[in-house]
T-cell receptor
Framework: RKEVEQDPGPFNVPEGATVAFNCTYS??????FFWYRQDCRKEPKLLMS???SGNEDGRFTAQLNRASQYISLLIRDSKLSDSATYLC???????????FGGGTRLMVKP | NAGVTQTPKFQVLKTGQSMTLQCAQD?????MYWYRQDPGMGLRLIYY???????DKGEVPNGYNVSRLNKREFSLRLESAAPSQTSVYFC??????????????FGSGTQLSVL
């Protein structure tokens, strides 16, 4: 089982839609969680950290569910510019590095 | 402010050839990393340097060596390239390793093909 798993998608949504991605992690002791965004043929960039209490940044909301070991990313009022791959990140089993999921591809259509 | 700069952007090697990927950051970060990204596999950590003078193996270190030349620079060397090393390589840096401040800043990547 992969340490961090994501549905690869693609998620095809119309502009203005709300879309949510989940990501599951296997290490119950993981402490750090992040969402990164990666545009096609570009480097990943930090989108937001995920805190236990959840956090919101404009149209983006991240949640952590420790009991079920998943994190989620909610995007409201999707824009064409939100089209990208979203990478979920968590501590690994050894606790000495971050592990990336395979990414979820989002395509926002006009 | 350039951030993380890695070179080259593209490279084609023949099996058995060697090469070094260069990476430099100008953000005064303590920690630096080398990742590879393959379709469907996500980013996998090859080696990291938590601080100047230290290096450690990541998830997939076989076939690679690294050098933390100084605080700014962290190079990745392939001594004898193999087709399995065809991938996109990303260098990254962060202010501190394994802390709440561990947010990664990535270079623009190197597309490496080994024939």
């Amino acid at each position: 089982r992969k340490e961090v798993e994501q549905d690869p998608g693609p998620f095809n949504v119309p502009e203005g839609a709300t879309v949510a991605f989940n990501c599951t992690y296997s290490n119950s002791a993981s402490q750090s969680f992040f969402w990164y965004r990666q545009d096609c043929r570009k480097e990943p960039k930090l989108l937001m950290s995920v805190y236990s209490s959840g956090n919101e940044d404009g149209r983006f909301t991240a949640q952590l569910n420790r009991a079920s070991q998943y994190i989620s990313l909610l995007i409201r009022d999707s824009k064409l510019s939100d089209s990208a791959t979203y990478l979920c990140v968590a501590d690994n089993n050894a606790g000495n590095m971050l592990t990336f999921g395979g990414g979820t591809r989002l395509m926002v259509k006009p | 402010n350039a951030g993380v700069t890695q070179t080259p952007k593209f490279q084609v090697l023949k099996t058995g050839q060697s090469m070094t990927l260069q990476c430099a950051q100008d953000m005064n970060h303590n920690s630096m990393y080398w990742y590879r990204q393959d379709p469907g596999m996500g980013l996998r950590l090859i080696y990291y340097s938590a601080s100047e003078g230290t290096t450690d193996k990541g998830e997939v270190p076989n076939g690679y060596n690294v050098s933390r030349l100084n605080k700014r620079e962290f190079s990745l060397r392939l001594e004898s390239a193999a087709p399995s090393q065809t991938s996109v390589y990303f260098c990254a840096s962060s202010p501190e390793h394994r802390s709440t401040n561990e947010k990664l800043f990535f270079g623009s990547g190197t597309q490496l093909s080994v024939l």
